[in-house]
């Protein structure tokens, strides 16, 4: 396999596990999921969360990506591409660590953006965080955020139409 090839194949994983995470986040993590993600919605005092356990499933599927990929473990069936994927999910993990659990959720450092980017991303999360329990709410994906304007007047119909319970100090009255 060619080292294009190998580099296309780690950030097309990369860039389609925010998909996959934006997915799993709306209809798992708020849908048959919650009583994984519950906490992460609530407050406490605890150095770790049961969604924290996500990030275990996280990991199972990078693991079995670099299983399928290893010749090792596979064989002659093993699956070159399987590695590079398994690299792939394995960069948006810590992607994800240091963007969702360090920069927003300021688990592992104290940093508040200022102004671009990351700002957005940081605002785009907490509007996620206005709503109260799993029903409605904006902002699932965790690399790509909106327009975080946009998001407070999604989350100003959701409260008008009684989708979603968004608390007062979300700005979307």
Not at 53 to 78: D, E, H, K, N, Q
Not at 138 to 160: C, I, M, N, T, Y
């Amino acid at each position: 396999m060619s080292f294009f090839a190998i580099i296309a194949i780690v950030l097309a994983s990369v860039v389609v596990m925010e998909f996959v995470a934006w997915g799993a986040h709306k209809y798992i993590m708020h849908g048959f999921g919650w009583n994984w993600h519950r906490d992460h919605h609530e407050p406490h005092d605890n150095v770790l969360e049961k969604n924290d356990l996500y990030g275990i499933v996280g990991a199972v599927m990078s693991i079995s990506m670099f299983a399928i990929g290893s010749p090792m473990i596979m064989g002659s069936t093993a699956w070159e591409p399987g590695t590079w994927i398994g690299l792939g999910i394995l960069l948006y993990g810590i992607i994800y660590t240091l963007i969702h659990d360090g920069l927003v959720h300021q688990r592992y450092f104290k940093y508040v953006p200022k102004s671009g980017y990351a700002k957005r991303l940081v605002q785009a999360h907490k509007l996620h965080h206005a709503t109260i329990g799993k029903e409605g709410g904006v902002s699932f994906g965790f690399v790509f955020a909106r327009d975080p304007a946009k998001l407070k007047a999604e989350l100003k119909v959701q409260r008008e139409t009684g989708k979603a319970v968004v608390r007062d100090s979300a700005g979307a009255t």
